[in-house]
């Protein structure tokens, strides 16, 4: 297949050591910016070395990754590092919905990491013009948001209430055995909204999910969707929520209701074993934690399972194994094709780029993806937050809204605080 153009220009690759730049969302300039950070660790980057260009029709992830390989296999590259991470990286953020156009996929020319206490510098350039950038942390007057306002609900709450008591009904008559349906809030701000802003006040409060900014998309999710070193890889399932409590003793009853739901650990069995089946197609080896355990976040509380696999040679790249895995039942539904056709049906609004996998990938094909969960879309001004629920059989429309209630407080709380 004939490639555009922008994967055959020669690039050059340079990654050095240097040491640690401390807030590594610190660095970002306004424009053109992306991370992805857990922690202090991860990466930031700006400019653009490379762009997959957005294509006319829907393409499929297993085709973007093998562009991207291709892309970052073909450059000239110096790696005085040599850890994930370092060399070229292209951030990746995809659709939800395999029939959408809409992903985007980046090559930045700078990159400043950090990994088991070690930092990096990357320049992506093209033969002969490298130069390393005057490296300048933004003013911190940047870190306060523009007052903002709820302006809008996609769709209203009565009517999403309606979508899922309807999608319920045929769950009960065996159409599916689990839809993931989302809602949306629009939010209209006094000035530009920065997206480096958002992601500061994020990563504050949920340090241990991943910290994404993508073209506008910025978020923290607790889903890790696929990591890949070498040949190993692993995926964090999540399926079935609750609120946390006010006090020690609510969350501890909260936390005891979730372990013992049936609903919610229904639910989670469906997403554990979609991850598992998609694993078993690539790896040798694949297991999962007998049991699920508890993850406790800032404001809700999830059914968290493990799984790690064991890759043959030579390794899927992670972003080859994000498209295999994608979308899982913890965000589509299953069986998968019925799932997202209720979702085509039923959700007032695309998704875009919402749930779908975000991450990065390197050129030996180690990198991370999580799922866009928690996050909101930003054009300018304005933004759209999105938040979704596993549905089954059991399922109440009055718990779902109370549960996509919390789940969009996180991402609104950064726009609007």
Known sequence: M???DVLRQELVAWSVEVGDPGDLLSWLPAGKAFAFLRGHDGIVGWGEAARLPAASTARSGAAVASEVDELLTGM?????????????VAIASLVFDPRATGSVVVVPKVVLGRRDGRS???LVTPPGAVQVPALRRRPHA???PVPARVSGQVPAEDTWREAVAGAVVRLRAGELDKVVLARALDVEAEAPVDARVVAAKLAERF????TYVCDGLVGASPELLVRRLGRQAESLVLAGSSRRGSTPDEDADLERALASSAKDLHEHRLAVESVRQALEMVASEVETDPAPQLLRLANVIHLATHAQAWLPTPPPSALALAAALHPT???GGTPRGPALDMIRELESAPRGRYAGPVGWVDAHGDGEFAIALRCAQLDGSRARVWAGAGIVAESDPDAEVAETTVKLEAALTALLS
Request: with cysteine.
């Open 142 to 144: 940047a870190r306060h």
């Open 76 to 88: 000239t590259v110096r790696d005085d590092v040599g850890l994930p991470g370092s060399g070229p």
């Open 329 to 331: 039942a913890a965000v």
């Open 207 to 210: 340090p241990s999910c991943f």
């Open 120 to 122: 990096w510098l990357t």
């Open 2 to 4: 004939s490639q555009p």
